[in-house]
């Protein structure tokens, strides 16, 4: 028998959308992602880009720092001493998203762990296939996989993936090889900042390597990667190769001008790209209309809808612009009162 919903996703948008239909009876199920080499590799394993990231400072409600003495100051004693016990600290990404998905079980969501590999939405109910070959139906879809770090693509930095070069300062930041290390970083919007501030944590010295002479990065956070002592920005500068050997992995990088001055080297025991994501969708080539930068198509301004009639897209997969974890959540939230309002309308 075919599922009511299907949740295709596992970060802030896909737990949200699963809260929200288990809460409506709709008993979903959803695919968190597979858990293999590849995905690690790609960037692109359960849970998503929330728990690939630190201090999470941004999702309302839980301010950083320690929470105690935030509630002392915004509620009075005697109403605190009716309300629930508390956490002591503000939350990490990992955290945050553990706790999304914690809450959807509760509700009585089905996990799977496994990816959805194509889809046929030509009739209905539409039919999921999943990576182990099983065939899965369901009367309404929300997908909501995300998106996963982009890299340039030079020879040299596929060379040294995993041996020096990653995508994820989080992830390897801390590993032994980039302690006390000159590190760089490649980017200049609030991905690379952060990385390059968690990194200096480490690093002795991090260079951020940006194209242009101005950090894209919103105004607080550019101004704490040029406050930080360790992080050093390198203007009008691209990486043009990543140098290393066999033995260390990376060793150095040659970075090219864009101002036409001569190429210069510097060394590095690590090179972190934090240069913008691509979504995941290939999976739903020719399925669902997609923007040109291969984003899902809302097709109805403010809505979740998509180019399919019942499929709905919550979250990064459909949002080029804000990409936040507060609003792929609310798009999340979104997705499944469009699902569960279209499957009443249809009766189904
Ligand atoms: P982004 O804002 O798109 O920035 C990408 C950066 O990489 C830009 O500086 C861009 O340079 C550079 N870049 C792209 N392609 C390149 C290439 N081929 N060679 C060299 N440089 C290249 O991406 P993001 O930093 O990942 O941020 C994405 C979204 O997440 C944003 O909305 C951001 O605000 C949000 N975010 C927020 C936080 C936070 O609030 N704590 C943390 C992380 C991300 P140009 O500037 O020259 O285009």
Known sequence: MAEKVIIIGSGPAGWTAAI???????EPLLFEGAITPENQAAGTLPSGQLALTTEVENFPGFPSGNLESYLDDAIDATQRQMMAPHLKEGVSGPELIELMRQQAKNFGTRVITDDIVDVDFTSHPFKLIASDGSTHEALAVIVATGARANYLGLPSEAKFKNRGVSACAVCDGALPRFRNKPLAVVGG?????EEADYLSKFASTV???????ELRASKIMAQRAIDNP???ILWNT????????DADG??????ASTVGQPDVEKDVTGVFLAIGHTPNTAFLDGKLEMTDKKYLRWTTPGRTLTSVEGVFAAGDVADDTYRQAVTAAASGCMAA???ERW????GL
Do not use: P
């Open 20 to 26: 929200y239909t288990a809460r409506a009876s709709l």
């Open 230 to 232: 360790k992080i050093e």
């Open 189 to 193: 919007g609030d991905s690379a900042v």
């Open 238 to 245: 691209t990486l043009a190769e990543v140098l290393g050997n």
């Open 343 to 346: 499957l009443a309308a249809k």
């Open 337 to 339: 009162l469009d699902a």
């Open 250 to 255: 990376v060793t150095g990088v040659r970075l």
């Open 207 to 213: 260079y951020m390597i940006h194209r242009r002479d």
